[in-house]
């Protein structure tokens, strides 16, 4: 089986403002072959640097890709660190600089003497044509590994790579599949999830797990590489029926989607509507809820009651309750979950009050409400992080909330 590396070249890619999204093209393509991505750097535009990370490369891949660095320019040094690297010459190649000159008169340009840079070959590489920019890719087999150098611009890589990459690929690779499966978790945290299935996932190699946690919630990623599908699908659910097991309830997903998306369709199935009434989330909530296409089918709608007055003008919950407990207390979600469900007739409703911070006290003190038609819910929540996580976990928990009320006999 095949592990590949890519090295992204350009110090344009180092700077806060330039992302390297060739390199996520290229991980999905090689995966459908069956390849491995074992690893990503990025590069600046440094001869010496470059040769010394595909030196490295070289030590523990069979499949070097680099992307960028072949333009015309003095700081274009991809070719020069590959022929670096293999102790390789660049040979000039007459039918390359003959395609850039026709490229230029085509346009009705004329070309500058530094484009015959572009015509360079590492000794023994293939062309790799590239009818839509004047540098070519190479292919270069060197000491048992395969090493491609292709453009930068995605225009150009994509179609680059398709067409001419993958049939040599094909040809090469014995037939291997990668499946992945992603289990979605809530209620629990990293590490006490972690504590729970670590004794299942460390008996296998194959799949691979990797734990990621996001807002509110936890991911659970198993990777399989088998011969073909149908037995990477097979270890898949081995080991995913075991987790499964031991997660219970706070699995909502299995097939990657949202907790919006489960919810959504749990109120579908139960031909029930929602409301939402929230104060310190700001609508993100409501926001949440909406993005889920068909979503009106079961939305009544909302209110952002962001501050006491409004929680009394719109939702009725009485001055005296929030004068007497505040409006980040138990009683006042409550009411604010009773009301809207009261005031638009869905059969559910939630509610969201608290100290987004850093002012109120505690920061991070949540209470969410679920009314249902067997009454209403309130948890407390002391969420930890800054002022935008700690709203996104509230609306995370919300949606949680109401999906194992949906799910309760």
Known sequence: MLDAEIIAVGSELLTPGKLDTNSLFLTEQLNLLGVEVVKKSIVGDHRHRL?????????????????????????????????????????????????????????NR????????????????????????????????????????????????????????LPRLRQRLPPVSIRARMLRVAGMGESDLDALIAPVYTRYTNPSTTILAAAGEIHVHLRARCADEAEADALLDEVESQLAALLAERVYSRNGDSLEEVAGSLLLARNATLAVAESATGGLLAGRVTSVPGSSRYFRGGFLVYTDEMKTALLGVPASLIAEHSAVSEPVAAAMAERAAALTGATYALSVTGYAGPEGEPPGLFFIGVASPAGVEVRRLQLPGDRNRVRAFAAQMALDLLRRKLLAP
């Not at 890709?65 to 072949?70: A, D, M, S």
């Not at 320019?73 to 070719?79: A, G, L, M, Q, S």
């Not at 590492?122 to 009818?131: D, F």
């Open 51 to 107: 040769a010394e990370a595909i030196r490295d490369a070289l030590r523990s891949v069979s499949l070097v890709i680099l992307t960028g660095g072949l333009g015309p320019t003095e700081d274009d040094v991809t070719r020069d660190a590959v022929a670096s690297a293999t102790s390789r010459p660049l040979v000039f190649d007459e039918s390359i600089a003959a395609s850039i000159a026709e490229r230029f008169r085509r346009f």
């Open 110 to 165: 004329v070309m500058a003497e530094i484009n015959l840079r572009q015509a360079y070959l590492v000794e023994g590489a293939e062309i790799l044509l590239n009818p839509r920019g004047t540098a070519p890719g190479q292919w270069l087999d060197h000491n048992g590994a395969s090493i491609l150098l292709l453009p930068g611009p995605p225009h150009e890589l994509k179609p680059l790579f398709t067409e001419q990459c």
